[in-house]
């Protein structure tokens, strides 16, 4: 096992420099001429953010997915630049290892018949990506949408007067308010919901069919890893609506009959079908390891060197794109390189290390450096380290997160600094660093963000996330490394650095304090119409909803609606933030025609837009 790993070793760090070389040799611009030993001058310069994120996102790294090769190459890379500057490496000579499921796929053994029938996979019915393998043939129960529960103002229990212990149970997807964006149901239900309450009344397994309002053409569920590694403990499978009506065939009833009647009376409508169903589930999780790249720049202070300030970005990306990826081109399979996104904050964190340990004797707290894996697929790198520390998490003072400072505004220099109220000294300290610079920061208080900072938070460790903005190349093919504002990136860089030595040096220790929710929020997404925006997260200074980009020949572009636009009502419905933001969007449909109330600066400007 040993030489095997050793040997693994060696080809992929031959790969990477053989790859490295191509890179070189492909005639790639750069500002400056570059040493290829790289060892730079301790300043954070153009040229060498250029290089290091013209390798990160260049097609031969192919979008740095997690347990891929080229994956690795990026890892290799990140932790020979650390290494090279004196900096200890933790964990397992700078890894820290860790498995997760990239795909998921359905196996050789999936069937499903009953009397005459044969279902073919595929065509007929798919496994859920949540289901247990397994078999079972067993009577079905026909268990409307499957809902158990009491409020003040309404009962609904699908499994009484029913037996289905042991059996199918066949359950209508969504509920009867599926176009209203707060709803009662709302809660009741997710599939995995459902399932829940179907194994609290021991039921044997599932059968999930599409009503006509819920899904008009009938597709079969896309199998796509929902990103939990726990299964339904039971076979769950999604079935065609004429399958089901096959099965309900001697009730004289359709699914399209019972949904109209469910959605109407909002009463229980359950009943035995009379039908066996033999059915065999596989689904196959495919597990590949990757790591989270981690080294330290111990401090020198004896009463304060045990205290840790972190210094994080994720070097991961979405590989080829794809369903289930995160792409916002799904069905464009091409190579997603995440300049920006975000080898732009490795290539940040790289420069600022560097400058810090030059300058390492004058550091008083211990300074980690952690370039993480897997964060695409949900803060996957930075939560293991959470779960498995490589250090006190007590002692952990601050976190410093990177994620897309790579384009930086050339007129409104605007950066947003987020997590600004998670300790009560940051927002001063944040805004005073930030004087004199050629810097429009923008602070956010909260502390729980789509990026790994978030991880730190929820274990009340104060928190500072850096992002320039979101841009149309975000999680498409066209985060290229020629898109990349690099002067700017280097003010940004140079800001944070100011900002990590601050801290670092700093006599006493920020005191944490909690600043908004710990995890996202919840809420449905199934808007069917959009004004083809990017809202600003940020935007907690304003009452509304700041528009951070107009996209080309969308509803709000052809309505005339521009970049910095505060939303304040929409059909005349305050909009205060986001989430009514969210709220009011679901309430529109295709084709209507809506007032939208913007303040301009100082101005109220109504558009008219057509949805």
Excluded at 208 to 230: A, I
Excluded at 438 to 467: I, R
Aim: aromatic content about 10%; some cysteine.
């Amino acid at each position: 096992m040993i030489q095997k790993t050793v040997l693994r070793f060696v080809i992929i760090s031959f790969m990477s420099m053989v790859i490295f070389g191509i890179w070189r040799c492909a005639g790639i611009q750069h500002s400056e001429e570059v040493n290829p030993e790289f060892h730079y001058a301790a300043e954070i310069n153009i040229s060498e953010l250029h290089d290091h994120i013209a390798f990160l996102a260049s097609d031969s790294l192919k979008g740095r997915k997690p347990g891929t090769k080229e994956g690795r190459i990026a890892a290799e890379y990140i932790e020979k630049e650390v290494a090279d500057l004196g900096l200890i490496p933790m964990g397992d000579d700078g890894f820290q290892y860790f498995e997760v499921v990239t795909s998921i796929q359905t196996g050789e053994n999936n069937q499903l018949s009953f009397h005459q029938f044969q279902g073919i996979e595929g065509e007929d019915f798919t496994p859920v990506s949540f289901s247990k393998n397994g078999i079972l043939s067993t009577p079905v129960v026909f268990v409307g949408y499957g809902f158990d529960f009491d409020t003040d103002t309404l009962s609904w229990h699908d499994y009484n007067n029913v037996d289905v212990k042991g059996k199918w149970v066949m359950i209508l997807r969504g509920d009867p308010e599926i176009d209203q964006p707060t709803s009662i149901f709302e809660q009741y239900s997710p599939l995995r919901y459902k399932v829940l309450k179907a194994r609290d009344r021991k039921a044997g397994g599932v059968l999930f069919v599409s009503g006509k309002t819920f899904d008009e053409n009938d597709d079969l569920m896309d199998l796509v890893y929902d990103q939990s590694l726990v299964d339904a403990d039971m076979p769950v499978l999604h079935i065609k609506r004429s399958v089901a009506d096959e099965l309900l065939e001697k009730n004289g009833n359709t699914i399209e009959k019972i949904e109209s009647i469910l959605n109407e009376t909002r009463q229980p409508y359950s009943f035995e079908t009379g039908e066996i169903v033999t059915a065999q589930t596989e689904v196959i999780r495919n597990w590949v390891m990757t790591q989270n790249v981690i080294a330290m720049l111990p401090g020198n202070d004896p009463m304060l060197k045990d205290e840790i300030i972190i210094l994080g970005a994720h070097y991961d990306h979405l590989g080829f794109g794809g369903p289930g990826s995160g792409s916002r081109r799904p069905d464009t399979l091409a190579i997603h390189n995440g300049a920006d996104d975000n080898a732009s904050g490795v290539a940040a964190i790289l420069e600022i290390i560097e400058k810090l340990a030059e300058n390492r004797n004058n550091l008083r707290r211990s300074i980690f450096f952690m370039a993480f894996g897997a964060e695409e697929m949900g803060l996957l790198g930075s939560k293991y380290f959470a779960k498995n520390p490589l250090l006190e998490i007590e002692n952990v003072k601050m976190m410093f997160n990177l994620d897309m400072v790579g384009r930086l505004d050339p007129e409104t220099k605007s950066l947003t600094v987020g997590g600004t109220g998670t300790a009560i000294e940051l927002e001063d300290l944040v805004m005073n660093v930030a004087e004199g610079r050629n810097l429009t920061v923008k602070t956010s208080p909260e502390g729980y963000g789509p990026s790994d900072h978030a991880t730190f938070y929820a274990k009340d460790v104060p928190v500072l996330f850096f992002f320039t903005g979101v841009h149309e190349d975000y999680h498409t093919p066209d985060d290229d490394t020629e898109t990349i504002n690099f002067k700017g990136e280097k003010v940004v860089a140079d800001y944070v650095h100011d900002l990590v030595v601050n801290i670092t040096n700093r006599s006493e220790t920020l005191v944490y304090q909690e600043a908004g929710p710990k995890e996202r929020p919840a809420g449905r997404r199934r808007f069917k119409v959009t004004l083809g925006i990017m809202p600003d997260h940020a935007s907690s200074d304003v009452e509304g909803m700041r528009v951070e980009m107009v996209i080309k020949d969308r509803p709000a572009y052809l309505a005339g609606m521009q970049k910095g636009d505060v939303i304040i009502a929409m059909e005349g419905k305050p909009v205060k933030n986001i989430y009514d933001y969210m709220y009011r969007l679901a309430e529109f449909k295709t084709e209507q025609r809506i007032s939208v109330e913007v303040m301009r600066g100082e101005e109220k400007v109504i558009l008219i837009v057509d949805l």
